[in-house]
Nanobody, 119 residues
Framework: QVQLVESGGGLVQPGGSLRLSCAASGSIFSINTMGWYRQAPGKQREMVAVIIRGGMTNYADSVKGRFTISRDNAKNTVYLQMNSLKPEDTAVYYC?????????????WGQGTQVTVSS
């Protein structure tokens, strides 16, 4: 009953930019926080950036100054603008939305989109 549809991933050279989009639909009235997480091979999933309905944001130290998260409440969409990309940013990026009784442990997840930074 909650769907998160992502777009914008792909292959980019070091120093390049990508913008990820995540559109939420369904029973989303209870969702207050949306964010992006990523998981690289051999590593645990980590928080990249989160944003609350009122606009408060939080970033992982590794992306501060390079990534910007934003939210369009009217469109129920969250964005992640990624600049100055590095090879270590390579990972599967997942959109997250919470809380929702329709999702396991009140967390909703997108399908994941691959971001590869390579020359």
């Amino acid at each position: 009953q909650v769907q998160l549809v992502e777009s914008g991933g792909g292959l980019v050279q070091p120093g390049g930019s990508l913008r990820l989009s995540c559109a939420a639909s369904g029973s989303i009235f209870s969702i207050n926080t949306m964010g992006w997480y990523r998981q690289a091979p051999g590593k645990q999933r980590e928080m990249v950036a989160v944003i609350i309905r009122g606009g408060m944001t939080n970033y992982a130290d590794s992306v501060k100054g390079r990534f910007t998260i934003s939210r369009d409440n009217a469109k129920n969409t969250v964005y992640l603008q990624m600049n100055s990309l590095k090879p270590e940013d390579t990972a599967v990026y997942y959109c997250n939305a919470a809380p929702s009784r329709y999702c396991i442990n009140n967390d909703c997840w997108g399908q994941g989109t691959q971001v590869t930074v390579s020359s």
